[in-house]
C-alpha cells in the first residue's frame, strides 16, 4: 500500500490532509506547481503551505535535486512536475 494512502489517511477529509511546496525563490517549475496545488487545494478544501529550501537545512539535505516537491502529510508525493489528478486522488477529493 503506498504511503500516502495508509489505511488512517483513508478516513481523512480532505480538509483534514495537508499539502506542502517544498521550492526556492525564482524556480518556474515551483511557479507552475504553485498553480496546480492551489487550484486543486482550493477545490477540495485542503490546507497548504509552501516552504523555501533555502531557509531549511534539512529540506536542502532531503530535496534539493528534485525540486519543486510535493508533500502530502508529511510524505513526498511527487516532485518537479504536479499531476492534477494525481494529487486530487492522493487527497481523496
Same mark, same amino acid.
Request: charged share 35%; net charge negative; glycine share 6%.
Given at each position: 500500500?503506498s504511503?500516502? @494512502? &495508509?489505511?488512517?489517511? #483513508?478516513? /481523512? #477529509?480532505?480538509?483534514? &490532509?495537508?499539502?506542502? @511546496?517544498?521550492? /526556492?525563490?525564482?524556480?518556474?517549475?515551483?511557479?507552475?506547481?504553485? !498553480?496546480v496545488?492551489?487550484?486543486?487545494?482550493?477545490?477540495?478544501?485542503?490546507? $497548504?503551505? !509552501? #516552504?523555501?529550501?533555502?531557509?531549511?537545512?534539512?529540506?536542502? &539535505?532531503?530535496? $534539493?535535486?528534485?525540486?519543486?516537491?510535493? @508533500?502530502?502529510?508529511?510524505?513526498?508525493?511527487?516532485? $518537479? +512536475?504536479?499531476?492534477?489528478? +494525481?494529487? +486530487? +486522488?492522493?487527497?481523496?477529493?
Open positions: 500500500m504511503p500516502l @494512502l &495508509r489505511r488512517s489517511d #483513508k478516513n /481523512k #477529509k480532505p480538509s483534514e &490532509r495537508l499539502v506542502t @511546496l517544498v521550492g /526556492k525563490p525564482g524556480c518556474h517549475l515551483c511557479d507552475d506547481a504553485r !498553480e496545488i492551489a487550484e486543486v487545494c482550493g477545490e477540495a478544501g485542503t490546507p $497548504w503551505e !509552501e #516552504k523555501d529550501i533555502t531557509e531549511d537545512e534539512e529540506l536542502y &539535505r532531503l530535496y $534539493w535535486e528534485q525540486i519543486p516537491v510535493v @508533500l502530502v502529510d508529511g510524505e513526498q508525493h511527487t516532485f $518537479w +512536475r504536479v499531476d492534477p489528478v +494525481r494529487l +486530487r +486522488r492522493a487527497l481523496g477529493a
